[in-house]
């Protein structure tokens, strides 16, 4: 029988670059849509992978003059094609031992959660997935940090995850112990969207512990990671940054300005149609910013323009500091102060 050692070191081989396992004992106290042993009742454990995002990827947006690699490597490539491929071969080997692979890549939160009807009395409705952070955590990889990013003593918040649950009866990992985040709350401060609240967290208890995290303001987020904001993207006019302005003023449920026609979108999904919500400023993205609407053709993810410049790039320039990470640098990160661009320099088309 497969041993939990032979299953990381081939999950290591296949390409994972972290592989931690916890018994689904530890979901206990979650909330059903996020439960996998709805999925699978009989299942053991859950396998977590990470996979690196390479600081050199983050490099371009850093220094103001490369954008590609983030979105397409760091990001497509991991969740859509190297991190699936991982599962598969891990998967096989499990299968060939008798075991059951249910499979979790990143991208299949695409298809939607709860948007089905319960099939029978006591199941939540499909789709169930995974709070893939939590995950982490229930896998002993890591500890969510304030800023909501999962965060391990490898790579700090530099990784994506997928995970595999299987009847297979591995042994687990004990639990992270945590320390990582010290609260410093450069990535509050640092956010380009205001979008991490400083004083409102959001917890959640599972494997008997209280997990909490700043609270997140998701369509600022949403605006700001896909456009960045008008300090901080070289890609916007001036009516798009007067939008993404407005939107981090106003923040949730930011009310649309009534400036024009097209700012009334009858917002699919929102229950109010005179006001922003995720898919609506997406649409509105995608539709004035030519490098989103690229991003999303080529690569099927968004431009990711924020480059994570508050909850992934300050933080780990933050952990590096502290020589918190086992990932070590012959050089710091930032090696020049932060640029921002002032309204005299939106001029452009935006296309
Ligand atoms: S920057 Fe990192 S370490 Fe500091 S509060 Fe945010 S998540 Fe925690
Ligand atoms: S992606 Fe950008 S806007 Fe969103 S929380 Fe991180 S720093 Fe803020």
Redesign the pocket.
């Given at each position: 029988m497969l041993t939990a050692e032979q299953v990381k070191a081939y999950a290591k081989d296949c390409g994972a670059d972290l592989v931690g396992i916890g018994s689904v004992d530890r979901f206990e106290g979650i909330s059903p849509e996020w439960d996998p042993r709805y999925i699978m009742p009989e299942a053991k454990v859950i396998i977590g992978l990470a996979f690196r995002i390479h600081r050199g990827h983050l490099r371009g947006i850093e220094e103001g003059t490369y954008y590609a690699a983030y979105p397409s490597i760091g990001y497509a490539n991991i969740n859509d094609v190297h991190g699936p491929q991982v599962l598969r071969r891990l998967g096989n080997l499990l299968e060939d031992d008798g075991y059951e692979a249910v499979m979790f890549p990143n991208s299949g939160i695409r298809y939607g959660m709860g948007n089905g009807r319960p099939v029978a009395e006591g199941r939540p409705a499909p789709n169930v997935f995974l709070n893939f952070r939590v995950c982490g955590f229930i896998c002993g990889m890591g500890e969510i940090?304030?800023?909501g990013?999962f965060?391990t003593p490898e790579f700090g918040p530099r990784q994506r995850l997928a995970f595999l649950v299987t009847d297979a009866p591995l042994e687990s990992d004990p639990l992270f112990e945590g320390g990582?985040?010290?609260?410093?709350?450069?990535?509050?401060a640092t956010c380009p969207g205001h979008a991490i609240s400083r004083d409102e967290k959001a917890t959640i208890t599972v494997a008997g512990r209280t997990l909490e995290k700043g609270k997140l303001d998701v369509l600022r987020c949403a605006t700001v990671f896909q456009a960045g904001s008008p300090e901080t993207s070289p890609f916007m006019n001036a009516e798009v940054a007067d939008t993404v302005r407005h939107i981090i003023e106003e923040g949730e449920d930011a009310p649309v300005k009534p400036l024009g026609p097209e700012r009334f979108w009858g917002n699919p999904g929102s229950p109010d149609p005179k006001r922003w919500n995720s898919p609506a400023i997406h649409d509105y993205l995608y539709n004035h910013m030519g490098i989103i609407k690229g991003a999303c053709k080529n690569f099927r993810h968004p431009a990711a323009i924020c480059g994570a410049r508050g909850c992934m790039r300050?933080?780990m320039i933050?952990?590096e500091e502290q020589g918190k990470l086992g990932n070590r640098f012959h050089n710091p990160f930032r090696r020049r102060p932060a640029w921002k661009l002032t309204p005299a320099d939106q001029l452009g088309s935006g296309e």
């Open positions: 940090g304030w800023s990013l965060l990582l985040c010290d609260h410093c709350m450069r990535c509050v300050e933080c933050h952990l």
